[in-house]
């Protein structure tokens, strides 16, 4: 599988952001890099044609997290005056290791749009696409198998961004943190 270049610019992005957010000494520059992270992500499922997902990114990953991570730190830190956190030879070595082992696996994957992947060509696809309209009775076959086949998982991402958001709300009532 080659890699398209926004594809590649996102992931190249998102490697910088979450190096920056490692080595950052200051807390918020680190919450800061974080968030460009989790966006990387959102756009990065964007992308790769999942919608859904990158919207749950985007609002919980790079929304209310970076948002509660900055007022926790805002109430109950003091900020030091180092900029960046040294990184022993040990934890490097693990994470080019760990990064090695993934970008490994990137080869396998099939191309994004491929109309001969097996997921595209899959049973379960192919059972998806003939009998959705029919036992559901939508008409965008996507929207039939969130809403029809997979409910309970997409009421769980709602149940998800919901309660981000509900905790979200009662922590910027909070006057204080006890």
Do not use: C, K
């Amino acid at each position: 599988m080659s890699l398209s270049l926004p594809v590649a610019a996102v992931l190249l992005f998102m490697i910088g952001s979450a190096l920056v957010a490692a080595v950052l000494h200051d807390v918020v520059a680190s919450i800061v890099a974080f968030a460009g992270y989790s966006f990387g992500v959102a756009v990065l499922w964007a992308l790769l044609r999942a919608p859904d997902v990158a919207l749950t990114e985007a609002a919980v990953g790079a929304g209310i997290t970076t948002v509660l991570f900055v007022l926790t730190i805002a109430r109950t830190s003091v900020p030091r005056s180092e900029r960046f956190e040294g990184i022993s030879p040990r934890s490097a070595l693990a994470v080019v290791a760990v990064v090695l082992t993934v970008g490994a696996t990137i080869p396998a994957l099939p191309a994004v749009g491929d109309p001969s992947s097996p997921v595209l060509a899959g049973e379960v696809s192919q059972y998806y696409l003939e009998n959705a309209y029919e036992q559901t009775d939508v008409t965008n076959v996507v929207t039939a198998v969130l809403v029809g086949y997979r409910g309970f998982d997409t009421l769980g991402e709602v149940a998800v961004v919901f309660a981000a958001g509900v905790a979200m709300l009662l922590v910027l009532r909070q006057e204080e943190f006890v």
